[in-house]
Structures are given as C-alpha cells and as structure tokens.
C-alpha cells in the first residue's frame, strides 16, 4: 500500500521560514494536500492540489510538489501557525495520510 | 458557508456496531463526495472511506470487511456504521466534505467516541 512520510517533528523561529516534507513514491505524479490540525480542533486545509490555498488562509503557506517529495513552506511563521500538518494523497482508489508533522514556533 | 455535525453514542461495547450520523448544513449533499476520517487520541489521521452523493461508495482497504456508508439526501445526511469494534477503534470520528480530486474541504467538529464495556 501507499505510504506518505513526514518528520515527526519541525522547529522553527517567529519570522523565519518553515519547510515540512512529505515523501511517497512518485508524489509528484499525484496532488498533494496539507492540512493544519491545532489542538482540540478539526484539521483545515491550507494547502490543494498542491500549490493552491483556499480562500482565508494566509498567503505565508505555499506549496510544492516535485519527484518524490511535496513541500509545505509557511514564510514569516508566526505563533499561530505551532500546529500538527498532515500532507494527503489519492493514491490506487484509496486516500492516505502522512503521519503528521508537529510545528513548533519558539 | 457549509457546515458539518456528527453525532451519536460517545460509548460502544466491544463486539458492538459504532453508528454515526452526519448533519450537513448550508448547502446540499449533491454533486459532492462525503467522507469518514477518524483520529485515534495522540495519533494521527485514518481515512475510513466516502459515498457519492447518488450512492456509491469507496472504503479504506483496511475496514472494508467493517464498514457501511449510507446517504439520505431527503434529510441531508449520511452515516457511518462499523461492525464488530475494538479497543482500537476508539477515536474522535470526523465527517468531511470531498472534493472531485478527493481531498477534504469541509470538517465537522469531530465526536469521541470510546469502545469499552
């Protein structure tokens, strides 16, 4: 079955920019997806088809994908933006998640 | 503005059918997919699977032998039952709207619910 992996973990300071990778076999072929999930809350998509935001989510958040890694960049990371970020794609009829990256902002 | 409602018993027994229902409001269930996502607590996210606004369906390979997603457009809902629960199904159930190319636009706030005698 498809798997997509992410770091468990990604430290960054207010300001500066922060790159969360997520990783499956030819990933570019396919759209990825991000989702930001602070807690106690539902997951909100920040970032589909790969390099598109939905309307309200700040322009700070982009996307890439290419080869076998998508790439979420939040530029000017601010302290709202410590999260859990899952990438997703749709992969033989079937959705999979990354296993989640947690933000933290310090 | 489309907004999502689980609902259902917070408590399942082991061996027992988990059911719930989701309430869509704000706009209608056609032309859309509608999916089941669950998060076991601390862990991350599980796709359970989707239904088509006429019907069909898609389901996680892994819960297909378990699972049964219905819809009923008169009543804008559909619903989610999975048979035979364990303690590992114990999770914060989520129902989401799909997009065309399959990913989740629309959540709902999410409902724990805990399978344990």
């Known amino acids: 079955s498809y798997e997509l992996t992410q770091p468990p973990s990604v430290s960054v300071s207010p300001g500066q920019t922060a790159s969360i990778t997520c990783s499956g076999n030819k990933l570019g072929d396919k759209y990825a997806y991000w989702y930001q999930q602070k807690p106690g809350q539902s997951p909100v998509s920040v970032i589909y088809q790969d390099t598109k935001r939905p309307s309200g989510i700040p322009e700070r958040f982009s996307g890439s994908n290419s080869g076998n890694t998508a790439t979420l960049t939040i530029s000017g990371t601010q302290a709202m933006d410590e999260a859990d970020y899952y990438c997703q794609a749709w992969d033989s009829s079937t959705v999979v998640f990354g296993g989640g990256t947690k933000l933290t902002v310090l | 503005q489309v907004q999502l409602q689980e609902s259902g018993p917070g408590l399942v027994k082991p061996s027992e059918t988990l059911s719930l229902t989701c309430t869509v409001s704000?706009?209608?269930?056609?032309?859309?997919?509608w999916s089941w996502i669950r998060q076991p607590p601390g862990k991350g996210l599980e796709w359970i699977g989707y239904?088509?606004?006429?019907?069909?369906?898609n389901y996680n390979p892994s819960l297909k032998s378990r699972v049964t997603i219905s819809v009923d457009t008169p009543k804008n809902q559909f619903s989610l039952n999975l048979t035979s629960v364990t303690a590992a199904d114990t999770a914060v159930y989520y129902c989401a709207r799909t997009e065309a190319t399959i990913y989740f636009d629309y959540w709902g706030q999410g409902t724990l619910v805990t399978v344990s005698s």
């Open positions: 239904i088509y606004y006429s019907g069909s369906t």
């Open positions: 704000g706009g209608s269930l056609s032309s859309y997919y």
